[in-house]
């Protein structure tokens, strides 16, 4: 598998070139989850940051080791001793400037220090200590920047500093939002100085052991640094993730462009494409809603994915995707450009307040009716529409067997459409740098499939290209996913 | 009223459907319990097996007039019979061709089922026969060249030829093929001589709820379900009355009575819900001005428009659920009246019933023949924005 895919070759380069090294590694990791197999299923989850409750943060879900929780400790020890009146008050905002001095050695070594001395980097095997520590300080230095670092602690002096207002509970609301966006800001944060401090902490450890020659030390330090090395590479792919919402599972809707039946044919061929990723992913995959189309295709349609990150990753498919073969429709063998637009809708959990919907506000309608109804009819067609009068939004679901079901399922991604719409709204004016995902303008193509006259798929974003479209059309779409998700972080970052 | 004032009279009634049904009706067992349950009681099942087997004889039915059983519905069925995917696939590759065969024929000729529902229907009976076995994988057996991967299966692939054709050839209603109607949020089983539950009629079930939200006294009180048919309203009802209140299902027809009785065991509702033989309002003797809610589905298909009727409904439905008289209106007319003496002060009712003319001429009847027993008399349309549905309460 890795072997497939590491034949693949990135033509072409992105205004931010990422270490190749790190690349290689980031896209192996990635196809350790996600290889065909059945044992993937059974692979462990990627761990991701937790703290939504911004009490446990530091831990690492799935390591077992409390990555953070040493550096916590020192900190509050600290805490208590300088007697901080506001505990937690002051415990916030401290971490928040905390974060901006820098984690050194004994003998003052930083991780910027070690990444400017550019010391080489070796293979694993080397057992080589700097090696390894450089390494893991590259690691560092792009997880800081898939996270945006620095506006992550602007963000997070900001909240410390909101939720230190006495008068902050008088909106239980708006306090809770505080509260969890602080909680998980603030679990990223321990989370990376944590590891950077383990690191310092495993360089003086061999700096003390070579001066005492205690070799069993110097050995056992070795090894906790390969570890962390290792474990790094996760990190990597992890921070890609970190989104408010990424954790998500999400609805991914396909529409077929004008072109009749070739653009049909393509927008199954597209839902397909991310019903068998979505498989591949061990995700739970529902059909919602099915437009067929007259001859072949589907003119819409609407799947749930279900399962943890399916929308930090699927959200990377939003846009327009353009076809080039040769029609099996046209008797004449000629050539055909067709579009299908992508969409994916987040699905918000149970702490997300839901934008409230009255029930007076909507219309529910049979979707396809005819002649009497009633008892003089039998059909087990049951699809319904519910369209939201104030926002005109609409929802069909027709794959329940039951009119209720259907109706329900339409709730639902009415609900997840209107909270989306919300969300959009709410970015426009924090002015955050949100994808708006509700408005797909056909110009804005994102990937190119070319199965005529040569074959190759290419991301017109990334110039991420593969030259073996069948792959690409079963659900192998990782690596325009990461590749997309990767160039994304650089470019935030690089903007103001 | 306290609806314990009229249990003895149907408890008379009771215990001889509910002793007899599980053993004439569909040749199953009661209903399986719910998980934790079931453990516990195939433990004492084996035990009793192993000690008493050679006693342990099926008890003959207990009714001579019962009418014939047949093969319970496909869901419930036990996966006895094994197959490989590639006559799985076999068969479902002719029934999917036979279904394009059609087209748009049957819904050109009476609004019958085009070739895409009916291969949305195909699904569904895959998804009902197929045990454990992820439809999706099918194309993987085939993908990795292995069509010889054993599949179990809840009918022999015999018997799905024969339903397929019957459901293409015959017309013979899907719901009946498979067994069962899904609606609202349950699974009823049908079979043939019982209405199969409209999508239209999940709606009644609704009409309750807001009537209950907003008035407990009607929440504690006797509903009944007037012509029940498979059991569904009543069901529906019982549920979302949850721990209070209780409902009596009627039905004329003893194939009604014994489907809607073995609905209502599976759903485990027989202390909620009396299911009780005879015409409308006969079983209701004795509760008049009591009852805190009536609702209908009666049939309401004027006679002459019955040789007309889609090909699923004509020819396999049963008459007596449908055919609603000259106008279509003797049934709800009957009802109406039952409503003006059954009904509590306050008592909420609702009718289905054929469309807008039907709605209209209910509502003056009850404003001019039956003057001061109703108010708030209403009509409410379906989602096919059909005017389906009246409703009102009985006069305090």
Redesign the interface.
Known sequence: MTAIFLRRSRIGSSPHPPNPASRAFSLRSLFSLAAPSESRVEAPKPSRFRGSDGSAGGSVAGSGAPVGASWVRRLEEALGRSGCPARFGGLRSFAARAAAVEPATSDGLTVEGILSSQWTILDESEGDWKSHAAAIAQSISLIKRRLQWKSLLVRLELLSTQLNKPDLWDDPQHAGKISREHGRLMAKMREVMGFEQELLEHIDMIKLAREESDADLELESLQALLRMRRFSKEKELEALLAGEHDSCSCFVEVQAGAGGTESMDWAAMVMNMYKMWAQHRGYGVTVVDEMPGEIAGIKRATIKVDGEYAFGYAKAEVGVHRLVRISPFDSNKRRHTSFAAVAVIPIFGEDFSHVQINESDLRIERFRSGGAGGQSVNTTDSAVRIVHIPTGVTATCQNERSQHQNKASAMAVLQSRLDQLEMARQAQMNAQHTQSLTEISWGNQIRSYVLHPYRMVKDLRTNYEVSDPDSVLEGDLDGFILSYLSDLMDKDEASP | MKPCTLRPSFVRAWPCIASNFSTSFFQLPPPPPPPPLAHARNVTQIRHRRFHSSLSAPPPPLLASSPPSLPPPLFLRPPKHTTTVSELLEWHSWAKSLAASVGSSFEDSD?G?DS??LC??LN?LMDDVLHGFDP?LMGKAVARDDPDIVISLRADVQELYSLWKQRIEERR???YIVGC??????ILCVRDGV??P???T?IIVDLVGDVISKDEGLREGLWADLGTGSGAIAIGIAKILGNYGSVIATDLSPVAIQVASFNVQRYSLQDKIEVSEGSWLEPLKGVEGKVAGLVS?P???PSD?ISG??A??GRH?PRL??DGGAEGMDDLLHLCNGAASMLKPGGFFAF????EKQCEFLVDYMQNQLPGSFCNVNTLS?????Q?FVTGFRNR
């Open positions: 609004n089922p895409s529902l949305r229907e569904w999706s209603p899907f719901q109607e899904h609606w609202r949020d349950l209405l199969i409209r999508p239209e999940e589905n049939p309401y298909i428009d009727l889609q699923e409904v439905e659920a449908l289905e019933t054929n469309g379906d989602f096919a924005g059909i389906r």
